[in-house]
């Protein structure tokens, strides 16, 4: 099998008079942290949606694994191992940290929608549930309700919930958004932690995470890619300095 696991050809979405994404190539290697990066309004996010089906591509194809699901619905492509975190925090507030990490668990027993079933039913996930949120950092709080969690642990549950998911492929939307500095260390610590074997492609628009943690990095700018390559590379592009100038041309020079 290929290396690559994720391929975009041509990817473009266009709005009334307005072009998001223009003609975007991308290739994800697989076992690789591959970040998005660029301006404001540069199309990150509007690409994350085609990969998901949140939107219609206007034309270009998606491929995964060798086949093309550019077709598919948002149900089909998460079944395939294609799941996503949001940049608003996802989880459920008043179950406890444990819980909700086993909601992503249920898919696998087939019980999802099984209301009317014992708690009892759920006990094979407790030992899985417990691994990953070791995993992440959170074991001691498993019975803690998840409202009183701060926000860099509510995040990090987040990233539990969707490795219980069994993604092949985890697109992370802004995972540090919204965090302080210990924080935002201790998440992207965590992402190259849980990364050991899996995918990951990442929206972030923190330059030091971007240059610690990610193997290949795409600038996106105005909808089209601006350039491609390691972080070494890409932060003494001309374009992409011209293109963060004023914003983040010292976080792209002084990030590591």
């Given at each position: 099998?290929?290396?690559?696991i994720l391929e975009t050809r041509q990817l473009t979405k266009e709005f009334k008079?307005?072009?998001?994404?223009?003609?975007?190539?991308?290739?994800?290697?697989?076992?690789?942290?591959?970040?998005?990066?660029?301006?404001?309004?540069?199309?990150?996010?509007?690409?994350?949606?085609?990969?998901?089906?949140?939107?219609?591509?206007?034309?270009?194809?998606?491929?995964?694994?060798?086949?093309?699901?550019?077709?598919?619905?948002?149900?089909?492509?998460?079944?395939?191992?294609?799941?996503?975190?949001?940049?608003?925090?996802?989880?459920?507030?008043?179950?406890?940290?444990?819980?909700?990490?086993?909601?992503?668990?249920?898919?696998?027993?087939?019980?999802?929608?099984?209301?009317?079933?014992?708690?009892?039913?759920?006990?094979?996930?407790?030992?899985?549930?417990?691994?990953?949120?070791?995993?992440?950092?959170?074991?001691?709080?498993?019975?803690?309700?998840?409202?009183?969690?701060?926000?860099?642990?509510?995040?990090?549950?987040?990233?539990?919930?969707?490795?219980?998911?069994?993604?092949?492929?985890?697109?992370?939307?802004?995972?540090?958004?919204?965090?302080?500095?210990?924080?935002?260390?201790?998440?992207?610590?965590?992402?190259?932690?849980?990364?050991?074997?899996?995918?990951?492609?990442?929206?972030?628009?923190?330059?030091?995470?971007?240059?610690?943690?990610?193997?290949?990095?795409?600038?996106?700018?105005?909808?089209a890619v601006l350039a491609e390559g390691p972080y070494g590379e890409v932060s003494?592009?001309?374009?992409v300095m011209e293109a963060y100038m004023g914003t983040t041309e010292g976080q792209?020079?002084?990030?590591?």
């Amino acid at each position: 099998m290929s290396d690559v696991i994720l391929e975009t050809r041509q990817l473009t979405k266009e709005f009334k008079g307005f072009t998001a994404v223009s003609k975007v190539d991308l290739k994800v290697q697989r076992g690789s942290i591959h970040a998005l990066i660029g301006p404001n309004g540069a199309g990150k996010t509007t690409c994350f949606n085609l990969l998901t089906k949140f939107l219609e591509p206007t034309s270009g194809s998606i491929v995964f694994n060798g086949v093309d699901i550019t077709g598919e619905r948002p149900a089909q492509i998460a079944r395939r191992g294609i799941i996503r975190s949001f940049q608003i925090s996802a989880v459920f507030p008043h179950l406890s940290v444990l819980e909700n990490v086993r909601l992503g668990l249920q898919r696998a027993l087939g019980t999802c929608y099984h209301f009317w079933k014992s708690e009892k039913s759920l006990a094979p996930l407790h030992g899985r549930a417990m691994e990953l949120l070791a995993e992440v950092g959170l074991a001691e709080l498993a019975h803690e309700q998840t409202v009183n969690l701060p926000y860099g642990r509510k995040r990090a549950l987040e990233i539990a919930t969707t490795l219980a998911m069994e993604p092949e492929l985890m697109l992370l939307d802004e995972p540090t958004q919204g965090m302080g500095h210990e924080d935002v260390h201790r998440v992207a610590q965590l992402i190259k932690r849980v990364s050991a074997g899996r995918t990951i492609l990442m929206v972030e628009h923190n330059m030091s995470v971007v240059s610690t943690i990610a193997d290949t990095i795409t600038v996106l700018q105005r909808g089209a890619v601006l350039a491609e390559g390691p972080y070494g590379e890409v932060s003494k592009n001309p374009q992409v300095m011209e293109a963060y100038m004023g914003t983040t041309e010292g976080q792209l020079q002084g990030a590591h």
